[in-house]
């Protein structure tokens, strides 16, 4: 009985006491979240020191003593995103227990509800750099959806949600090395057919084995990357489904380079001209060997959970502002940095909705949109259609 009195207080106390970005703060982080000016990471390998800023390691030391490596991604002065198994374990259908000694009672989590870890459980987390400088501990871990039982077999690939925030007991200054990256706010972020960028502190055994021998691991293992097709699973008329809080990759090289270390790590893509996080690491074939055609991972998505992240963590991303006359600005409220670009200006797209649908006709049809930024890559022939002035050039 007292230990389910104590469960409950935290859990009362934990949203009051955690703190969330101020509006202030949030606009601070959309400024500068997912820049960087150093050159595009071209080939998979070590990562270099002055890219990849958002990469971080996450340690968890465990109840028994042991400790767990993961990766994470920085998302906010004091906000890593990473991944819950890296401190719970779980069956097919839910999460059974928590690796840092923090108890819950299964009666008492309400489906779909989230488990937010308090001190002094949660200070068995702490978060470093990839040069082993210590950000921070951890002061509250939220448990996306912790307490959902899966229907078994809703999906052919489902998995208990997995997908953790780290709130450090104190804000980390940014470094010219350490810079968050920004967040995925739609499920189309990650849709079939994307090309997206895993960074993991993870191991990187020989093809003929299945993890590194342990006197030939690194003492600090090194940051890699290395480029992913997210596949096109949910295609429609096939069995192959998919949980739509989940999206499976598989590495151009046709290598599975996932591996122990690299969970929670941040499969990142460039959306509105950011590094954006689109995925959380997962699951992996490495261990099984499986590192053909046939090797894929698993990610968890957080931008199926923006709205949640957005209220329990102030870490929110508009989307794009629609006026009083029914017409969408893009991106209006971004900021563009002085010399980020030698050619750039605020974003100038526009959608108008009209009041009433419009029919067709012979004369008046529309056209497609582009969907990839390679549909305008250079040596592109375009024809430009306008009602300007004709200066006869």
Known sequence: ????????????????????????????????????????????????????????????????????????????????????????????????????????????????????????????????????????????????????????????????????????????EYTSEVKPACVSNSVEDYKGGAIARLFGFGDNPPKDKPSTPDNQKPPKPPLRSEELDILKVNVEGTLNRIDPRLFKARSRNKNSIMCPGDSGGGAIRIIGGRNTVVGVAMQTTCVFMNRGAEGHEIYGAPGFYSDDICDLTGICTPDSEEDENGRYMIQFCRKILDDFYIYQTPDDFMIVELAEDLDYTSEIQPACFARDINDNALGTDLDFFGYGDNRNL
């Open 1 to 172: 009985m007292i230990w389910c009195q104590l469960i409950i207080i935290l859990h009362l106390i934990a949203p009051i006491e955690s703190k969330k970005l101020t509006e202030e703060e949030n606009e601070k982080r959309l400024e500068q979240c997912g820049v960087t000016t150093k050159s595009k990471i071209f080939n998979g390998g070590i990562v270099s020191d002055d890219q990849a800023p958002w990469a971080v390691v996450v340690r968890v030391a465990k109840s028994d003593g042991t400790g767990t490596i993961c990766s994470g991604t920085l998302i906010s002065p004091r906000h890593i995103l990473s991944a819950t198994h890296c401190l719970a374990n779980h069956s097919d259908v839910q999460w059974i227990k928590t690796y840092v000694g923090f108890k819950f009672d299964r009666e008492d989590c309400p489906e779909n509800e989230h488990i937010i870890v308090p001190e002094v459980k949660a200070s068995k987390v702490f978060v470093q750099d990839r040069k082993g400088n210590d950000i921070g501990r951890a002061k509250f871990l939220y448990l996306l959806n912790f307490c959902r039982i899966l229907t078994k077999d809703a999906f052919q690939i489902q998995s208990p949600d997995d997908v953790m925030i780290i709130e450090l007991s104190e804000d980390f």
